[in-house]
């Protein structure tokens, strides 16, 4: 067993597989760039070693950088995690070279199964279903075209090397096609270093099911069961759950037989994931191979009970696998939400800035768990992905692992950046999510408008009503109870007060109780009872018996309360005050139509318009580099560009005025 071990990643994996590093009795490196000085895995580490900038092509995607960071701690192998160096064959012989293990795949099997094209010609001749589409790499858009024309529209291009949604574009006609060519190679190239795109054909509706699979160096190779990812938005998983719901037995051990002899035929060593498509029919498909460990691998070890971590390491270690395949079981169900810095009102743009409030939910052995690769007082990077956190649940059915994701999520509490936390919740109680009726489309048509407050669930007014009246009531007992008020003239409570949730008045009673108050709005009643503290985030407690955890935001003179998917701001006063309050005027709006102001902070790659030029509604204006991804912001009406405030290669900011129109 190796002594020490470098991780060469960051955030809450490199956090991840420290800790089983530490089980094992490992001692470990970390490495970070200078956007990560003050980033918490270096806290879990037992040396660390800075090996660059910012930008990933100078840091973490640099092998020199790595390899040296080896030699001078003298660590014998290296986990490299997921992206970055972690399918990189040339960074694994050069391992080899150094005498340093890699832990993961052999450099061959990177290079075969890595590269989507060589892995598709090994699948076909190990006996796996395979998508229609080119073996060719396209130079140009002309020959793509071409290569789609063949095959019929609607096509994926695809990055040839890398994989987490990077280089990925939809086409359903030449127009598409061309447009998208050189995106994909723009992100492929920063994301893997190589801009190789392919096309084949588009499944419609498809299922993503990936089958874990393991071998090891003696030629034995098992699978840890599906997962299924059809959860996905712009081709970047969402929600991953094991096992899928779609999947009957025979299917289920037709896929797993296939995924086993692919990674036989390729001599795989390691973990490994083998994805399929699954159409309408349930006819399968194989998509690609990805040789590292997955940023959804948490949900296959609570059904399983195996660290695949663990498993990495002994294999790379020269073990062989401790088991066979009648001995890995499948208990239960688990569900994963990725939780990520962007903004789900505003088309899931990145957010970035310091997290001054992070709480996750309480993890519970074997039922609930938080990877995470960040704490309270860190920073959100535009550097690198917009993952804050994967929290994941597992019970003895599908149902019981929603409820207990629902409840986790009410619990998770982040302050300074928006999170896609509201829309996990709200997207968990969809009838078609409930029911598991889902494809890789499912968000498309779930949401053609993209996410609103429209699409949020019902609010449980009477719950929020009473939770509202808590809290102040709390606040006025508070304010009464200070010490060294003038006598005769101290704070007096009422009893009576007024709720304004969503526009409208409820006046409420509430009087005290053992452990909380009971509010009495109209022929309603709740019996608030918590042991929550003014200024506490999190107000767990129960409201006539029945548990609930809602989050508790004071804002002026509001109060903002989170929960079950919902966002509601209430106001709670007297009747009098409310009356004057409402009698306010509101302030119209400032017209800000001719601008365009950036919408998140980036990097500005491209300009595709000029001053003076006349563009339709959907027509490009810019394109905004930000967490790996390029964002094309369109053009919302028909105008004409009076002046451009930005160039290539110029950073801007959240709400920084990019373009003028006329």
């Known amino acids: 067993m190796f002594d020490k071990i470098l991780i060469a990643n960051r955030g809450e994996i490199a956090c991840r597989v420290m800790r089983t590093a530490r089980r094992l009795g490992i001692a470990t490196v970390a490495v970070f760039s200078e956007a990560d000085r003050n980033a918490l895995h270096l806290q879990f580490a037992d040396e660390v070693v800075g090996i660059g900038p910012a930008p990933s092509r100078e840091s973490y995607l640099s092998i020199d950088a790595i390899v040296n960071a080896c030699l001078r701690t003298g660590a014998t192998a290296v986990h490299p995690g997921y992206g970055f160096l972690a399918e990189n064959a ?84 030449e127009t598409q096609l061309r447009e998208a060519f050189a995106v994909c190679r723009n992100e492929a190239r920063g994301s893997f270093g190589d801009d190789r795109v392919f096309v ?25 069961w599906e997962r299924d990812c059809s959860i996905q938005r712009r081709h ?63 949900v296959t070890e609570m059904i399983t009970g195996l660290d695949l971590v663990e498993a990495m390491v002994r294999v790379a270690a020269g073990e062989p696998l401790p088991f066979s395949q009648e001995d890995i079981r499948c208990d239960g169900w688990a569900i994963e939400c990725r939780i990520n810095a962007e903004d789900p009102f505003h088309n899931f743009l990145p957010s970035i800035g310091r997290l001054v409030r992070y709480i996750p939910p309480r993890e ?20 690198y992905d917009s993952l804050i956190a994967k929290v994941i649940t597992h019970d003895a059915t599908r149902e019981g692992a929603v409820a207990m994701m629902r409840r986790a999520l009410d619990q998770f509490v982040v302050r300074g950046v928006e999170t896609n936390i509201a829309f996990q919740a709200a997207l968990l109680r969809r009838a078609r999510f409930i029911a598991g009726d ?24 009477p719950l929020l009503i009473a939770v509202a009246a808590f809290v102040h009531r709390s606040r006025i007992d508070r304010q009464a109870s200070v010490s060294g008020q003038l006598p005769g003239h ?30 009495i709005d109209g022929e309603h009643s709740s019996e608030i009872v918590s042991a929550w503290r003014l200024g506490e985030p999190l107000l767990c407690g129960t409201g006539n018996a029945r548990p609930f955890c809602i989050q508790v935001e004071h804002i002026g003179q509001m109060y903002r309360l989170t929960f079950g998917g919902t966002q509601a701001d209430v106001r709670v006063m007297t009747a009098r005050t409310t009356e004057l309050l409402l009698s306010m005027p509101e302030k119209p709006e400032r017209d800000l139509s001719r601008f365009l102001f950036s919408p998140m902070p980036g990097l500005v790659t491209r300009l595709e318009v000029e001053e003076g030029q006349s ?21 919302d009406r028909d105008c004409v560009v009076d002046r451009l405030l930005v160039k290539p290669g110029d950073s801007v900011a959240v709400g920084q005025c990019i373009m003028e129109f006329r």
């Not at 419609?204 to 840890?224: K, M, N, T, Y």
């Not at 037995?249 to 002899?261: E, K, L, P």
């Not at 563009?615 to 053009?635: F, H, Q, Y």
């Open 490 to 519: 101290e704070l007096k409570v009422a009893e009576e007060w007024t709720v304004v949730l969503n526009g409208e008045r409820h006046p409420v009673t509430v009087r005290p109780v053992t452990g909380g108050y009971v509010v």
């Open 615 to 635: 563009v339709r509604i959907g027509e490009p204006l810019l394109v905004i580099e930000a967490m790996k991804m390029e964002n094309v912001l369109r053009a």
């Open 200 to 224: 084949e054909r588009l499944i419609d509706e498809p299922r993503h099911i990936e089958f874990q699979v393991l071998g090891d160096a003696f030629g034995s190779a098992v699978h840890l």
């Open 364 to 383: 519970s052995e074997g039922r609930v768990r938080v990877d995470t690769g960040v704490a309270e007082g860190g920073r959100i990077s535009p550097h």
């Open 236 to 298: 970047q998983k969402v929600i991953e759950e094991a096992p899928a719901p779609c999947l009957d037995q025979g299917s289920r051990d037709a896929m797993g037989a296939q995924a086993v002899a692919l990674a036989k035929a390729a001599g795989y060593e390691s973990a490994g994931t083998v994805e399929f498509v699954v159409d309408k029919d349930g006819s399968f498909y194989f998509l690609e191979m990805n040789t590292r460990i997955q940023v959804e691998h948490p």
């Open 438 to 461: 889902f494809h890789t489309g499912f968000m498309t048509e779930e949401y053609p408008s993209g996410f609103n407050a429209a699409d949020m669930p019902p609010v449980d007014e």
């Open 90 to 173: 040339e960074f694994c012989e050069r391992l080899e070279n150094e005498g340093i293990t890699f832990i993961g795949p052999k450099a061959r099997s990177i290079r075969t199964l890595g590269d989507k094209i060589a892995a598709k010609m090994l699948a076909r001749e190990a006996g796996v279903n395979v998508i229609p589409g080119s073996n060719v790499v396209p130079q140009d858009e002309d020959a793509a075209c071409r290569i789609a024309a063949e095959l019929g529209y609607p096509v994926m291009l695809k990055a040839a090397a890398g994989g987490g949604g990077k280089g990925l574009r939809v086409a359903r006609d």
